[in-house]
C-alpha cells in the first residue's frame, strides 16, 4: 500500500486557527450523540464562510456504507458552490464536496459487497468534507492497493468528467486522435495518463 499523509498548508493553519475562537454553525447534535468534525459554508463568499464545526455521526441507512474519510477532493465545483454561482445553489449552512475516499466503517442492513475495512472512494451529493460520511453503495468504489488516499480523493470527479467527454461526449473511438486545447487543470491532465 502507498504512504499516507497529507500536512497541512499554512493558509489552513491560518485558517482553522483564525476561526477557532468563533462560534460553531449549525450544531446539530444532542448532548448524548456521537460528533464528529466536518466544514461547514455557512453562507456563500470567500473562505472567510467556510467553519469546521462539529456536527452529530451520521449512521448508515439501508443499502448505505459509513466510511471515516481520510482525504477530500477540491474541484472547481467546489468553488463555484461555495461562491453561489451555480444554477439552484443549495441554501446554506452545509457541508460541502463532492468526492472523497476512506475506510469503512460500518455496513449497513441490505448492503453489499462491503466489509467494514475496506479503503474505498465515494461520490457524494455534498457532505464529503467531514470526517465521516455515509452514502449509498452504488457511489461507492474499492481503491487499487497502490493507490493513496490523496489520490484517490482528487481521482473520481476528475476521470469521470475526461472519460464522459472523450467517450461520451465526443464519441472517442480506437484509432482516433484527440486535441487537447488550453491544457490546464485537472480533467485535461487526466486524460494525459495511461490505463
Same mark, same amino acid.
Given at each position: 500500500?502507498? +504512504?499516507?499523509?497529507? $500536512? ?31 466544514? !461547514?459554508?455557512?453562507? %456563500?463568499?470567500?473562505?472567510? +464562510? ?11 441507512? $439501508? ?6 474519510? +481520510?482525504?477530500?477532493?477540491?474541484? %472547481? ?45 465515494? %461520490? ?7 470526517? !465521516? ?11 487499487? $492497493? ?20 472523450? %467517450? ?22 487526466? +486524460?494525459?495518463?495511461?490505463?
Amino acid at each position: 500500500m502507498a +504512504k499516507e499523509g497529507v $500536512d497541512m498548508t499554512g493558509e489552513t493553519e491560518y485558517m482553522i486557527d483564525r476561526n477557532a475562537g468563533k462560534e460553531a454553525v449549525n450544531v446539530e447534535s444532542p448532548s448524548n450523540a456521537k460528533e464528529m468534525r466536518a466544514v !461547514v459554508l455557512a453562507g %456563500f463568499g470567500g473562505l472567510n +464562510k467556510l467553519r469546521v464545526t462539529k456536527k452529530a455521526m451520521p449512521e448508515p441507512q $439501508d443499502g448505505e456504507v459509513k466510511i471515516r474519510v +481520510k482525504a477530500c477532493g477540491l474541484n %472547481f465545483l467546489d468553488l463555484m458552490v461555495r461562491q453561489g454561482n451555480i444554477d439552484n445553489p443549495p441554501k446554506t449552512p452545509l457541508v460541502p464536496g463532492f468526492e472523497c475516499c476512506g475506510i469503512v466503517e460500518s455496513v449497513a442492513e441490505n448492503t453489499h459487497g462491503f466489509e467494514i475495512g475496506d479503503r474505498v472512494m465515494a %461520490f457524494m451529493n455534498y457532505n464529503a468534507w467531514a470526517e !465521516v460520511v455515509c452514502t449509498p453503495v452504488d457511489f461507492v468504489y474499492k481503491m487499487p $492497493d497502490d493507490m493513496t488516499f490523496t489520490e484517490a480523493a482528487a481521482f473520481s470527479l476528475n476521470f469521470v468528467a475526461a472519460y464522459m467527454m472523450l %467517450f461520451e461526449v465526443a464519441s472517442l473511438r480506437e484509432g482516433m486522435s484527440v486535441l487537447v486545447h488550453s491544457a490546464g487543470g485537472a480533467v485535461v491532465s487526466t +486524460k494525459g495518463m495511461k490505463k
